[in-house]
T-cell receptor, first 111, second 115 residues
Framework: GESVGLHLPTLSVQEGDNSIINCAYS??????FIWYKQESGKGPQFIID?????DKRQGQRVTVLLNKTVKHLSLQIAATQPGDSAVYFC??????????FGQGTELSVKP | DAGVIQSPRHEVTEMGQEVTLRCKPISGHNSLFWYRQTMMRGLELLIY????????DSGMPEDRFSAKMPNASFSTLKIQPSEPRDSAVYFCASSWAGGADQPQHFGDGTRLSIL
């Protein structure tokens, strides 16, 4: 029979371009947010985090932006490379010690 | 530094059999989490421990699932009896709960297939 699964949003970018992956979170009381990268056959890998008292945080080639007013989180990847191809998840800490994960966005980088 | 170590990486077994998944958290981490990932439901938290004590097991699907953490460096997730709908990738993650807001670090998972 036909299998039904999550249809991940997909973002396709050209190598060298900048990528922006968006995430809407659910709980206005969440105070800590994380971006993970998951490659095929591997576990989610921590990329960058941000606390709710910040609007922006930068890492190496990555920037996370937090807009608490509209409960929106974004991950910007500069000069996207083929090795950046993966599924990216945002996660929020709901203050109960648990992370709530989004459904993920699949990033495909074209050489 | 060694990350979270899970074993086995792959497990194929027949329904009705007992399955035991193992996890060694990162040394010094005092919180441990078990997740299940499927195409249908994404990444789901099953249970988590702080200082070897189960804190929240509300995500454990049924009594067939049980988890233990006998010491700070080892945890098991057991399914008995296993069913085909248990087929998924099971991840273990650990973090340090001693400070405010620490990221969880994941192992590479166990891909479980129940025939």
């Amino acid at each position: 029979g036909e299998s039904v699964g999550l249809h991940l949003p997909t973002l396709s970018v050209q190598e060298g371009d900048n990528s922006i992956i968006n995430c809407a979170y659910s709980n206005s009381a969440s105070d800590y947010f994380i971006w993970y990268k998951q490659e095929s056959g591997k576990g989610p890998q921590f990329i960058i985090d941000i606390r709710s008292n910040m609007d922006k945080r930068q890492g190496q080639r990555v920037t996370v932006l937090l807009n608490k007013t509209v409960k929106h989180l974004s991950l910007q990847i500069a000069a996207t490379q083929p090795g950046d191809s993966a599924v990216y998840f945002c996660a929020e800490n709901n203050q109960g010690g648990k992370l709530i994960f989004g459904q993920g966005t699949e990033l495909s980088v074209k050489p | 530094d060694a990350g979270v170590i899970q074993s086995p990486r792959h497990e194929v077994t027949e329904m009705g059999q007992e399955v035991t998944l193992r996890c060694k958290p990162i040394s010094g981490h005092n919180s441990l989490f078990w997740y299940r990932q499927t195409m249908m439901r994404g990444l789901e938290l099953l249970i988590y421990f702080n200082n070897n004590v189960p804190i929240d097991d509300s995500g454990m699907p049924e009594d067939r699932f049980s988890a233990k953490m006998p010491n700070a460096s080892f945890s098991t997730l057991k399914i008995q009896p296993s069913e085909p709908r248990d087929s998924a990738v099971y991840f273990c993650a650990s973090s340090w709960a001693g400070g405010a807001d620490q990221p969880q670090h994941f192992g590479d998972g166990t891909r479980l297939s129940i025939l």
